[in-house]
């Protein structure tokens, strides 16, 4: 369990929840609130999993994905979309900028989330 | 001889007097016209009497009588020159009292010796000695005469048409009268000394005269009535067969036998008199003919007119080039200086051919002058009309004839007709033919008009049409950019809504969880506080797919599944539930497959729902059961519990968005969002399905769903 975690989220109270959660559960997290930062942190560093939320500022999800796509990078991080936007079309875009999987903010608990990110881990 | 002469010039010339008197008592140069055929006359008896064989005072008597006379004729005929054809608008007062003065002047001096002292027979023949006022007399008439002459000329220059031919005929007439008048009886007199032309003298107004009737019957010269004009051609032509027929009884009798004249006349009378009567048709047709000739030129082929107007009034719709047509046609063929057409009941009232004079004023006076004659039917000569402010612009127009279009009763028109550029009056053809066409363009004008107004109507709609579409098409995208607007706005106001939520959904839960120094009563409040952040994520969840249900942005994902396999899926996730209230859940489906295509995630909320709510409504120790039947093509989903029931009234209001407040703000026990129904029914509708519910006290409620296989 030595997984390095990227989370964006311009949230702060979430922010700190998923960092909370995910130390406790024993991962090595990051957090940013800006796409912009995002994007520089996961080209500069190597990630096992970045936690992605839609709407930010600077540079939004989606924007981010297509211009990681752009720099192909030889080995991208799991990319889970973590929104409250419940927009099919947005998922379908994500998916197809390589997104494996999508969570709504609010319809997971803290313990669902945790088993969600262990079970891309693993 | 001279005798004869004479009373024939003086019959005719009355004749014509009175006729030229009769026809406009007021009008000055009728008055002066009839003034000078007087002085002819009079001139006539005094020449006549100075040749009879007399002794010389009696002659030079009837000598200075003539002087008399005559010295006012060239006054007269200068006064005619001076107001023909109708009086001048200025007229120069100090001119013609010098020259009545002059001419008084010279009559005073024609009793004298001054004027002719003798009258002696030279050799045995008469002569007469002028004296010095003879010149002053000569000159007096040279100087007049040539004034009206050159008058007369101006005139005849700056007429047109009708006007022209009739001040042709007078200038001609009164200039060979008073010149060979003027010659033969005083200057052969005065300067050669020679009598002998001196008879003929009068007769030379007969040449006045004739060329005045011609013009009064051809040209309409003095407004003679068109009656009598016709009354002159038939007078005309009855003279020629009683000539002719005198005549041929002189030459039959001078061929034949003298002696037995008496009885022969009677024989030769009869046999005249059945000629007559037999010739009289054929010879009438035949003069008739010849009078047109003479009288009226007969320039068109009146079938052939009517055929092409026939031809144009049945091919033309179009109101304005029917019209144009028409009235060209007519213009070419009959010869009209004008044709106008007023027609009260189109855009442009007055159609004209002359459309350099249709002034705007012009084209009101002929709109009020229709109204003026339109009670008249056929053709209204405006010779005939009695004078009036609308016969007095109907000659300034140069008018001759209205026409009143009629069908039926309605007036569709009033066709005013010009004179006749040759300047030729209406012939019987020319009437027949305007009272034949009448009826034909009537007809045309009013199938003309129906269509104007039918074409009108249908413009109008079409425009009407162009613009309601344009309005609707405005609105619509209006609406769609709003529609869009407030989806978007739906969106963005759930998604910042859940933000919070979840932040404090996720932490009570951790303070739930995490801690067991709480207190009972803290974890208690804590835990209502959760729920309600949940129902509240619920809540905003449903708007937003209610936004998008009823802003059809709401898409279905078909798939083929098992409905056995995804209701036992719900069952599992509800059981915790049902065991909280020790329900009793039952699902025993008698097959284990039955696959639909659907949208398997929109049927699992459906299904969540109403099985959610079954449990929720059902007390504790209840049971709730689900059952499946599977036709042909439909499959049937049956969730029955044993809850209180629902009464009939709330029983129809149960699918309605927030049905719970509508009849009652005192809320259940166990609350929802009251939207869950209404949504579960727009999913079941949207995959062309049915949703129902029964419900009894006893027997508790049933919710059945209908959904087609494919």
């Known amino acids: 369990m030595d997984s390095k975690i990227l989370i964006i989220e311009d949230e702060p109270a979430l922010l700190e929840l998923y960092i909370f959660l995910l130390k406790k559960a024993g991962f090595r997290v990051e957090g940013v609130g800006n796409g912009m930062l995002g994007l520089k942190k996961i080209i500069k560093n190597t990630y096992d999993l970045v936690l992605l939320d839609v709407m930010l500022p600077q540079k939004d999800g989606l924007e981010l994905l297509a211009s990681l796509r752009k720099r192909k990078i030889k080995k991208l991080p799991i990319i889970i979309l973590l929104t409250n936007l419940d927009q099919e079309s947005i998922f379908e875009k994500a998916a197809q900028l390589g997104v494996s999987d999508f969570l709504i903010k609010s319809d997971v608990l803290p313990d669902e989330f945790i088993v969600k990110v262990q079970k891309w881990l693993s | ?710």
């Open chain 2, 1 to 710: 001889m001279i005798i004869y002469i004479a009373v024939i010039t003086i019959v005719t010339n009355l004749c014509l007097a009175t006729l030229v008197f009769l026809r406009n008592r007021r009008h000055p140069v009728n008055i002066l016209v009839v003034i000078f055929i007087l002085l002819l006359t009079l001139w006539t008896v005094a020449n006549t009497c100075s040749l009879l064989p007399v002794d010389a005072a009696q002659r030079l008597f009837w000598v200075r009588a003539v002087m008399f006379v005559t010295t006012p004729i060239p006054l007269v005929f200068f006064l005619i020159a001076y107001f023909f054809p109708n009086k001048p608008e200025k007229v120069n007062r100090v001119l013609l009292v010098f020259l009545t003065a002059v001419t008084a002047c010279v009559l005073l001096l024609t009793p004298t010796s001054l004027m002719f002292s003798s009258y002696s027979f030279v050799g045995g023949k008469p002569s007469l000695t002028p004296g010095p006022a003879a010149a002053l007399y000569g000159l007096n008439f040279s100087m007049l005469s040539l004034a009206a002459f050159l008058s007369l000329v101006s005139k005849y220059r700056n007429s047109m048409g009708r006007q022209k031919a009739q001040v042709f005929f007078v200038v001609l007439g009164l200039i060979l009268t008073v010149a060979l008048g003027f010659s033969t009886n005083f200057l052969a007199v005065v300067v050669w000394n020679n009598l002998s032309m001196v008879a003929l003298g009068p007769s030379f107004s007969l040449i006045l005269v004739i060329f005045l009737t011609y013009a009064i019957v051809k040209h309409r010269l003095l407004d003679i009535k068109f009656v009598i004009v016709r009354s002159f051609g038939y007078l005309f032509f009855m003279s020629t067969v009683a000539l002719l027929y005198i005549g041929g009884l002189f030459l039959l009798g001078e061929f034949f036998t003298e002696q037995q004249r008496d009885t022969v006349d009677v024989v030769y009378g009869v046999i005249v008199s059945v000629f007559a009567a037999l010739t009289f048709q054929p010879l009438r047709r035949f003069i008739e003919k010849l009078t047109e000739k003479v009288f009226f030129r007969n320039a068109y082929d009146a079938r052939k007119l009517l055929h092409e107007l026939a031809h144009i009034a049945s091919t033309n719709i179009v109101l304005q080039e029917l019209i144009s047509l028409f009235l060209k046609k007519l213009q070419q063929e009959m010869k009209f200086s004008s044709l106008t057409l007023v027609i009260p009941g189109s855009q442009n009232a007055v159609f004209s051919t002359d459309k350099k004079n249709l002034t705007r004023e012009a084209e009101k006076r002929f709109y009020l002058l229709s109204s003026d004659f339109s009670s008249v039917r056929k053709i209204l000569l405006f010779s005939e009309v009695p004078e009036s402010d609308g016969k007095e612009m109907a000659r300034k127009y140069g008018l001759m004839a209205a026409l009143d279009l009629r069908v039926g009763e309605k007036l569709m028109g009033t066709l005013f007709l010009g004179e006749k550029s040759s300047g030729d009056d209406f012939t019987l053809e020319d009437l027949s033919v305007l009272e034949i066409l009448c009826p034909q363009l009537s007809i045309a004008v009013k199938n003309a008009l129906s269509y104007d107004e039918i074409s009108t109507f249908n413009q109008k709609l079409e425009q009407e049409v162009a613009r309601a579409t344009r309005k609707l098409q405005k609105t619509n995208a209006t609406l769609r950019q709003l529609d869009r607007l407030k989806d978007e706005f739906v969106t963005i106001a759930s998604h910042e809504l859940r933000t919070p939520l979840t932040a404090i959904k996720s932490y009570l839960w951790l303070s739930l969880q995490g801690s067991s120094t709480l207190s009972n009563e803290v974890r208690q409040h804590l835990e209502i506080a959760y729920a309600s952040s949940e129902r509240l994520i619920h809540l905003v969840k449903n708007m937003l797919m209610i936004s998008r249900i009823e802003g059809n942005h709401f898409g279905l994902k078909l798939k083929s599944f098992n409905v056995i396999h995804l209701i036992s899926q719900v069952k599992e996730e509800l059981q915790v539930k049902a065991d909280e209230r020790k329900i009793r859940f039952i699902f025993n489906p008698t097959t284990k497959k039955v696959n639909i295509i659907a949208d398997q995630e929109k049927i699992r909320e459906v299904l969540q729902n109403i099985i959610g709510n079954a449990l929720k409504f059902t007390p504790v120790n209840g049971k709730v059961s689900v059952e499946v039947s599977h036709m042909s093509l439909i499959v049937g989903i049956k969730v029955i519990d044993s809850g209180p029931g629902i009464n009939k009234k709330d029983q129809q209001k149960l699918f309605q968005k927030f049905s719970r407040i509508e009849h009652s703000y005192q809320k259940m026990v166990n609350s929802g969002t009251g939207l869950g129904l209404y949504i579960s029914q727009q999913i079941i509708q949207l995959h062309s399905g049915s949703i129902q519910v029964t419900s009894s006290k006893k027997s508790g409620t049933s919710f059945s769903i209908q959904l087609p296989v494919n």
